[in-house]
């Protein structure tokens, strides 16, 4: 009984996770192979591919051996199971960011008993102390990009959000300590998140076909929205049922867990992956095509065409627009439905969580639509990239606006600002995959820079909400949201006119720099050309013994891909 249940369960979880588009094979069976993965009977304890004899595995760790690096609620491809576990990480990573904002609404509130709050900070300290965190925050964006250029960028990840972790954990006694100590922690926990999502960015520069970068990075992305979604309800249960500091405890284990399955099934490259499939490794390489076997450093890195490169400037903008909404809901919606609604600390957590479940849910479904228009040459990439970038931002400033005017409505402000951060969410579609355009070698150091500008607003937000709403009147929170509608406005205009999605000229280094794909050296069947998003043809060994599911079946011919490389003309 319990095994019939499973399976049904694992077949409908396999097939709502499948693509029904061909070209993507965005879910690949490993149970669909004739051939695949299984133990060697010749006493080596390691899993032989019998799938594809061309294809050379790197060695095996010590705990493959026992236990294979894939996950075991379902049967999906490796490049999707470092989306979801990049999402988990983006999950805890903005968790943590939640903690403090929670917690201090219960840290300065005064004792039943003594009237007198635990923390007696006034309001500059409080906004330098939630503020502290970007100022390490900002420091590691370019570094990080340079980091997970020349270093397996998901170690850097995984390194990032465990250092994070291990230091909330001390962020509770930092506190007892003093503000100054406090801020010293957050400045150092902001330095090790630096460098998460340009790492995010150098991991998808391997394990992303062009085609399929919208929705993979959305996939990711889409688990710093989740963050909050679970980490505002869930830092404020903890708070209201255990105490202020119980928040910080919570997430700096989860995180410590997470890095450790991490290690597990993540690795920097599809050809450093021991049980990946011929089928998906070939894919993957032959889509991207050769990529450069020489790391970006300082040296060699353009700087100079990067800060003179319009479409460059457009990102930079459009992520300092967004990253002001997202921080000032972030670390003050709890102070606003506290002061203008009189919420509890649980009540105004649980409520705060509304905007950014919604565009949790919007962000994905932006990536698979913004992928499917530009497979089927509805729209050309710098189309898409425009449409979802400016519309979504026009829609955020209009929602913010109906906020600002609601005033004591609840309700009205309510639903004004949880669609006002869900339509935001067609966005990140735009300028949040955008690196990976104009730039893929870049895509890092580009993510560095741009999320560098944009956590000036993670700086500058909380203190110019403390200075705006000093006497905490309805007025006050009137013109942070119409100053909010009014930063999305601008992004809007100056995206339009200076984004693009064709690849820069000075985005690849010299052709001596390349290095053909791993497969394409082991078998000459498979070209690596990087023009088109192709897949294996029908007739392909490895693949031709395929079962009759039809997500398993690779199409006879290439899709074509007129994206930015191959008809600049159309961008």
Not at 119 to 146: A, E, H, K, N
Not at 162 to 183: C, D
Not at 304 to 329: D, G, H, M
Request: a neutral charge; charged letters at 15%.
């Amino acid at each position: 009984m319990v095994a019939n249940l499973t399976n049904v369960i694992k077949d409908k979880t396999s097939g709502f996770l499948a693509s029904k588009v061909q070209y993507e094979e965005f879910n690949i069976s490993e149970k669909g192979e004739k051939g695949g993965l299984k133990p060697s009977v010749g006493g080596e304890d390691e899993w032989q591919s019998f799938d594809s004899p061309t294809i050379e595995r790197p060695p095996l760790r010590h705990i493959d051996k026992y236990i294979r690096p894939e996950l075991p609620c379902c049967d999906i491809s490796k490049r999707f199971t470092v989306a979801i576990m990049a999402s988990i990480g983006f999950l805890i990573s903005f968790g943590i960011r939640c903690n403090l904002g929670v917690a201090i609404v219960e840290m300065i509130k005064p004792d039943p008993v003594t009237k007198i709050p635990e923390f007696t900070w006034d309001t500059t300290t409080r906004g330098i102390v939630q503020s502290s965190y970007f100022w390490g925050y900002l420091v590691t964006q370019i570094p990080g990009g340079l980091l997970a250029a020349k270093y397996p960028a998901n170690l850097i990840f995984g390194t990032a959000i465990l250092g994070s972790a291990i230091l909330n954990l001390a962020v509770p006694e930092a506190a007892r300590g003093g503000p100054v100590i406090l801020i010293f922690v957050r400045i150092i926990q902001g330095l090790f998140e630096g460098v998460t999502y340009p790492a995010c960015h150098g991991i998808w520069r391997w394990w992303a076909p062009p085609l399929e970068r919208s929705r993979l990075a959305t996939l990711a992305f889409c688990g710093s929205y989740g963050g909050a979604v679970v980490g505002m309800p869930i830092s404020g249960w903890l708070v209201g049922g255990i105490s202020w500091s119980a928040p910080f405890y919570f997430y700096g284990v989860a995180g410590i867990i997470w890095y450790f399955i991490w290690l597990w099934l993540a690795f920097e490259k599809p050809s450093k992956h021991p049980t990946i499939t011929a089928q998906e490794l070939h894919y993957i390489e032959k889509s991207i095509g050769p990529v450069s076997a020489v790391a970006p450093n300082l040296k060699t890195t353009p700087w100079r065409e990067i800060f003179r490169s319009k479409p460059v400037y457009a990102i930079i903008v459009a992520n300092f627009c967004r990253s002001w909404t997202f921080y000032l809901l972030l670390l003050s919606q709890i102070t606003y439905f506290s002061q203008e609604f009189k919420f509890s600390v649980a009540e105004g957590g649980t409520l705060a969580a509304l905007p950014h479940l919604l565009m949790t849910i919007v962000v994905p479904f932006g990536g698979i639509l913004a992928d499917y228009l530009r497979k089927n040459n509805i729209m050309t990439t710098t189309q898409v990239r425009k449409v979802f970038n400016c519309g979504g931002f026009g829609m955020e400033a209009f929602f913010l606006i109906l906020v600002a005017v609601a005033k004591n409505n609840e309700g009205f402000a309510l639903l004004s600002l949880t669609l006002a951060v869900g339509v935001s969410g067609f966005a990140i579609s735009g300028f949040n995959v955008n690196h990976l355009d104009i730039a893929p070698r870049y895509a890092g150091i580009l993510m560095g820079i741009s999320n560098g500008v944009g956590t000036l607003s993670g700086l500058l937000c909380p203190i110019v909400v403390q200075a705006i709403t000093k006497d905490k009147t309805e007025e006050e929170w009137e013109k942070v949201f119409l100053l909010a509608a009014l930063i999305h406005v601008s992004g809007v205009i100056f995206y339009w006119f200076f984004a693009s999605g064709e690849l820069q000229p000075w985005a690849e280094p010299p052709p001596e720099y390349y290095e053909e794909p791993s497969a394409a050296k082991l078998d000459p069947k498979v070209e690596t050309t990087g023009l088109y998003e192709s897949t294996p043809s029908a007739g392909y060994n490895s693949t031709s013994t395929l079962s009759t599911n039809p997500f398993n079946q690779w199409p006879s011919t290439p899709p074509a891909y007129t994206g930015n490389q191959q008809n600049p003309n159309l961008e």
